[in-house]
């Protein structure tokens, strides 16, 4: 009416609630006033036999018992008035579900309206085109760097990862002779995770040299080019025990070989099948960690 | 030509009677008015006591002359009737009996009162008028000598005619003064020139000498009364009336009745002609002691009695015989009781004089503080000190009623006068030996017991109750150790310091903090009356310093204001 | 005193119950004012204590054990009692019922406070949002452990009266009748 915020109105069913417990408290007001007149009259029964009287305390005991009774049947129309409320309430309650789901059911779509597929698929298309341009970009400036200085670089970094592991060698541990029982396949899988870890314990890992997560199918060559740097220098100081390299190297030949362009010399000491296996090593290992 | 003179009265305004003529007050007749020669008089003349003795008639005026003139229409007559009635006081006059010729009387009609007519006598002892401003009016406005009556010697009729013609009674011609002088003791008819008389040695009366009718005492000239029997000479003011071309009568009416009666005793009176007859010593004692009449005065000093101007006239008969027998010790009796009377009297009469007096001065004092009540602030310097002169010596007589409140100085410091402080003081000292002796015991006194107390001690020289209680106040500021104080019921009590507020305080905190008070303990303990004691509990209430169980009437240290 | 209840532990006199002055009231005015005071926050602790609700100056109220020390012998008179309650009606610990002021309600927790406890209360346990009636919050079953358990019937409708002016309930049955007051209880 102008004076501050309306009070909320009483509805309709709030009414029939305030009625229905109206009545609940008649009850409940006629059952305790049941329950006084019980006291009472078993007061008196036990005052008449106490005098005597046995008919007058027979006709109290009667009177208690038909009070029994009244105050059993109150009990029950009490139950099922509170039954009335709770399901009034609990249907209240559930209507307000109802109407918050339709609400939420309608938010929904109007945000659907506005992100349809084709709009998806046209962001997405023109992100792809985004990258591939600021791939080129990239690639034009970085072929300023030349071929030699390219390998210069790479040589350097041969060198230190030599030289570290040089200083790991001195604190390894002595091979073992005898080959251990292992099955092809399972050892596989097992020693795959026991080189890598291996492996990935005892270098002093370049943060550069980290294998990054694969974001798109497009990194996946040169995701593996980067791990092939890694396996690599490593492999050569360390002799791995020719037991192991054996089942692996089995494995391993069956996989395909897909060494990618542009490898260093370093790499194609390695042999085929070791190198092949490494990268079949990792390619599980990448799987693995990722 | 005779005429009303003045008469003397005395301060309580009564008359003066000539006692050695054993003059006697015959009747006294209120609300009698004088008339001049038709010409009513006004105010004085117009009301007035008329006193009939016998030698003379005395009009006495009932109020005071308010105004300074006396308009009669008359520029002399007023001249005369202002000298006659000078403001302020009360006027008198009287004609002596002998001027009267006859009297008679005129009852009234219809509206008019009754009244007598006195025909006036010429004599020839008219005393010259000297020296007053009113007789050189009179002597120009003296009758001519034509019309002045003489009395022929054989017949004594009045003659009005020169007097070398016959004598219009008894025909006889009287002889010429002759150049003679005849004595008046022996009537032998000296040479004029004589001075004493050649047959008796008798001083011959001369311009120098007057001789007195009476005694022939031979009196100086100018003597108005003669100095051996005090009888009237000449009156020093005798003034004339101003001169009736017809006959000289003097009217009094009556207003308030009474006419026949007096008219009555001017008869007599006039039959007795007292005056003429000289009366024995005895008689005069007696007719002195007899007249009880309040409103005349003997002239003799030992008299002082008050004058009544109604007192019932006495009619005593004039022709007294001495007293014999059993009426005469009748008389005796009478007489001695009158003389107790008379003693009484004038023992009061003094004391009544005072009264006046005193009355008169408070009338003054009253009147002087309404006027000082009415001057505003811008009174001068000189103005201001007049009245604090006259403050001061108001509180000095004691008249402070007459000052009023509002004259009262307001500050007591400035204005409690050394009487207060010296009577301060000594109430002081007498505390002191009260307290020593252990009376006030406790040191603290009601007001009315000290009072008594001091009262009795003193004896004789009693104080006031306002005065002590002023200067109980006043002991606070002498500081002595003792001070005044009414408590909150009403109660005046004096005590000394140990009961002053602060000190009292002190000592009930002490005490309610041991153990709880009651009213019978602190009156043990201070040595007070336990109404008293009671009262202090109360006052120590009113003021926080304990608190107080009404049921139990306990009194306790205060908690709620410590806590 | 209206209620029956009977509290679980005696209630504890302050030491100035036991002054005998205490029951007297001083003509001294400072001293009158810090006993009156006292008496004030006397009389609340007791009617806390005891759940009174209501005083009212007859001759009953004098034989009251605040009122009255038997140990002392002592006890308030009428006019004494007339003041009290005066003072206590301006310290709003209570208001008087009618213009003839013989009865007080006593706000041992002031109408604001007992709002804030009906609310508290209702969301506590369930009995926000939800149709009540003033039977079944002053007398229910589910309040026996409440402070506000048999309430005054005039302290509570006052109670509910000030939760709706403070737009705190919804109303859904004015009723004259205490217990048959129906609201809601917005929480």
């Known amino acids: ?290 | 030509m005779h005429a009303w003179h003045r008469a003397d009265l005395t301060a309580a305004g009564r008359i003066v009677l000539d006692d050695a003529g054993a003059e006697a007050i015959a009747r006294s007749q209120p609300r009698v008015g004088l008339y001049h020669d038709q010409i009513r008089l006004p105010s004085p003349f117009d009301d007035g006591t008329l006193h009939v003795s016998s030698h003379r008639i005395v009009w006495v005026a009932a109020a005071a002359t308010t105004t300074s003139k006396i308009a009669t229409g008359d520029v002399t007559a007023d001249a005369v009737l202002a000298r006659l009635a000078p403001a302020s006081t009360v006027a008198a006059v009287a004609i002596q009996l002998d001027r009267i010729d006859r009297a008679w009387l005129q009852a009234g009609f219809l509206r008019s009162s009754p009244k007598i007519t006195l025909d006036l006598v010429w004599t020839d002892l008219a005393p010259p008028s000297t020296g007053t401003p009113g007789t050189a009016s009179t002597t120009s406005l003296a009758v001519p000598a034509a019309a002045k009556p003489w009395s022929c010697a054989v017949c004594d009729f009045a003659n009005f005619g020169p007097p070398s013609t016959k004598c219009a009674r008894c025909g006889v011609v009287p002889t010429p003064p002759s150049t003679s002088a005849a004595c008046p003791q022996c009537t032998f008819a000296n040479r004029a020139s004589a001075t004493v008389c050649a047959m008796c040695a008798y001083p011959l009366p001369s311009s120098s000498t007057t001789i007195c009718p009476r005694c022939t005492l031979a009196n100086p000239v100018d003597a108005t009364k003669c100095r051996a029997c005090t009888y009237v000479l000449r009156d020093e003011e005798a003034v004339m009336l101003p001169p009736v071309l017809k006959t000289a009568t003097v009217k009094l009416s009556f207003r308030g009745g009474g006419a026949n009666a007096v008219y009555k005793a001017i008869k007599d009176a006039l039959q007795a002609q007292a005056w003429k007859r000289v009366t024995s010593p005895r008689e005069r004692a007696v007719s002195s002691s007899v007249t009880a009449s309040r409103d005349a005065v003997r002239l003799s000093p030992m008299q002082g009695r008050l004058a009544s101007p109604l007192a019932p006239s006495m009619d005593m008969g004039f022709g007294m015989v001495a007293p014999i027998g059993v009426g005469g010790l009748v008389k005796r009796q009478e007489q001695e009781q009158q003389l107790q009377q008379q003693t009484l009297d004038s023992a009061f009469a003094d004391l009544d004089a005072l009264m006046a007096k005193a009355h008169d001065m408070v009338t003054l004092s009253n009147a002087i503080a309404a006027k000082l009540r009415a001057r505003t602030a811008t009174g001068t310097e000189s103005d201001e000190a007049l009245v604090a002169q006259f403050r001061s010596s108001m509180m000095a007589l004691g008249a402070t009623a007459a000052l009023g409140a509002a004259d009262l100085p307001s500050s007591r410091a400035a204005t409690t006068d050394d009487r207060d402080r010296a009577l301060a003081r000594e109430v002081a000292d007498f505390l002191h030996h009260v307290f020593a002796q252990g009376k006030g015991q406790g040191q603290i006194i009601a007001v009315s017991d000290l009072y008594c107390m001091f009262n009795r001690a003193r004896g004789v020289a009693m104080v006031s109750p306002h005065d002590f209680w002023t200067a109980a106040q006043v002991l606070a500021m002498l500081q002595v150790g003792f001070e005044a104080r009414t408590l909150a019921s009403g109660t005046r009590v004096v005590h000394a310091a140990r009961f002053a507020d602060a000190a009292l305080f002190t000592d009930l905190r002490q005490w309610a903090a041991r153990d709880a008070l009651d009213v019978a303990t602190a009156a043990a303990r201070w040595g007070v009356a336990v109404a008293l004691a009671a009262q202090l509990l109360k006052h120590a209430v009113a003021h926080g310093c304990v608190v107080v169980d009404a049921p139990a009437d306990m009194y306790f240290a205060n908690r709620f204001l410590e806590a | 005193m209206s209620t029956n209840y009977a509290p679980p532990v005696p209630f504890e006199f302050p030491p100035i119950y036991s002054f005998p002055p205490f029951f007297t009231l001083q003509p001294h005015a400072p001293s009158r004012d810090k006993q009156v005071t006292a008496w004030v926050d006397l009389i609340r602790a007791y009617c806390t204590h005891h759940r009174v609700y209501r005083l009212s100056l007859n001759a009953s109220i004098l034989d009251l054990p605040l009122f009255r020390n038997a140990a002392l012998n002592r006890s308030v008179s009428r006019d004494m009692l007339h003041t009290l309650l005066t003072a206590l009606v301006k310290a709003d610990l209570a208001e008087w019922t009618s213009k003839s002021k013989t009865h007080v309600f006593v706000y041992w927790k002031s109408l604001s406070e007992w709002s804030d406890t009906l609310v508290a209360w209702a969301k506590d346990n369930g009995f926000a949002n939800t149709v009540v009636t003033g039977y079944e919050v002053r007398l229910g079953d589910y309040v026996t452990d409440q402070e506000f358990y048999a309430m005054d019937e005039a302290v509570f409708a006052k109670v509910v009266a000030h939760l709706d002016h403070q737009r705190r309930i919804v109303m859904i049955n004015p009723s004259s009748n205490v217990d048959e007051l129906g609201f809601k209880i917005i929480g």
């Open chain 1, 1 to 290: 009416m102008g004076q501050g915020p309306s009070k909320p109105k009483a509805s309709a069913h709030d009414k029939a609630v305030f009625e229905l417990k109206k009545q609940r408290d008649v009850l409940r007001k006629y059952q305790k006033q049941l329950a006084t007149v019980l006291d009472r009259e078993h007061a008196i029964a036990k005052q008449c036999l106490a005098a005597g009287d046995k008919r007058r305390a027979l006709l109290a005991l009667r009177k208690k018992k038909y009070q029994e009774q009244l105050l059993a049947k109150t009990d029950k129309q009490l139950v099922t008035l509170e039954e009335m409320t709770s399901t009034i309430e609990y249907t209240v309650i559930e209507k307000e579900v109802m109407a918050g789901l339709q609400q939420g059911n309608a938010v929904l779509q109007a945000l659907h309206q506005e992100m349809s597929v084709e709009k998806v698929e046209a962001i997405l298309d023109e992100t792809a085109e985004a990258i591939a341009y600021q791939k080129e970009i990239e690639e034009l400036l970085g072929t300023k760097l030349s071929e030699e200085d390219e390998a210069e670089v790479e040589h350097e970094l041969a060198l230190i990862q030599e030289e570290a592991a040089l200083a790991l060698e001195t604190k390894m541990p002595s091979v073992p002779v005898t080959a251990p029982p292992v099955a092809e396949n399972v050892g596989v899988e097992e020693e795959v995770p026991a080189v890598v870890a291996v492996e990935k314990s005892k270098a002093k890992k370049p943060a550069s040299t980290l294998p990054r997560p694969c974001k798109t199918s497009n990194d996946k060559p040169k995701l593996r080019r980067r791990l092939h740097s890694q396996c690599s220098p490593r492999t050569t100081e360390f002799s791995p025990p020719p037991s192991l390299l054996v089942p692996v190297a089995t494995a391993a030949a069956a996989v395909p070989d897909h060494a990618s362009s542009g490898s260093s010399p370093t790499r194609t000491t390695r042999s085929r099948a070791s190198r092949s296996r490494r990268c079949s090593l990792p390619r599980l290992a990448n799987k693995k960690s990722i």
